[in-house]
């Protein structure tokens, strides 16, 4: 990573890592899904939010935290979402890159995962009809199991995300709680509706 090291110098906290992350285009993956490492992403200037997740991961580790990813699993009528974990004074926030108003960034105010991925359930939800569409969470995934190469590697890292998604997960709640819950109302579905970068 020595020629990124300049970036990821100056990217020495959660907050930096974000606004940095938050500059960055979407990747609509136009040309064909991938899954870039944090190089390509530094010279392609667009991830989507698992990309984004190890991008910050990678800037984590630069500055002596662990690379911890987390997964959020949706429903089948949804998209799961991979966050980057942080931690300060043992509290837990996370890093993240979403298109929409919702999923985003979270202090560290956290005590457990666990809470922490409790406060994305209720802005998950598809657009149509409001349903809440999260349903579980992985432990912290450290990669460090995975050496330095994936910080730079020109192949797509097809590996980490199914080694990512096949991870133990815990339920969010029971399914029974979860498919009464109350759909988003209005001016959420307006607010779900907001977009950052356009295709």
Not at 28 to 56: D, Q
Not at 143 to 156: A, D, I, P, R, V
Request: aromatic share 10%; with cysteine.
């Amino acid at each position: 990573m020595e020629d990124d090291s300049a970036v990821f110098k100056n990217l020495n906290t959660p907050q930096k890592i974000q606004d940095f992350l938050d500059t960055i285009a979407i990747n609509f993956e136009k040309n064909g899904e991938t899954l870039m490492s944090p190089r390509r992403v530094l010279r392609e200037k667009k991830s989507h939010c698992i990309e984004a997740a190890l991008l910050a991961a990678a800037a984590l580790s630069y500055h002596g935290a662990r690379p911890l990813l987390l997964d959020l699993k949706a429903s089948k009528h949804d998209y799961d979402h991979v966050v980057a974990l942080y931690k300060k004074n043992n509290f837990w926030g996370a890093i993240s890159k979403s298109n929409h108003a919702s999923l985003r960034f979270r202090d560290p105010v956290y005590k457990t995962v666990r809470e922490l991925a409790l406060s994305y359930f209720h802005e998950y939800f598809e657009n149509k009809k409001g349903k809440k569409t999260l349903r579980s969470y992985s432990r912290p995934f450290n990669l460090n199991k995975y050496g330095k190469k994936w910080l730079t590697s020109e192949e797509n890292l097809w590996h980490i995300a199914q080694d990512l998604d096949d991870s133990p997960h815990f339920p969010i709640a029971p399914l029974k709680n979860i498919k009464k819950a109350r759909p988003a109302d209005k001016m959420e579905l307006r607010a779900g509706k907001l977009t950052e970068w356009k295709k």
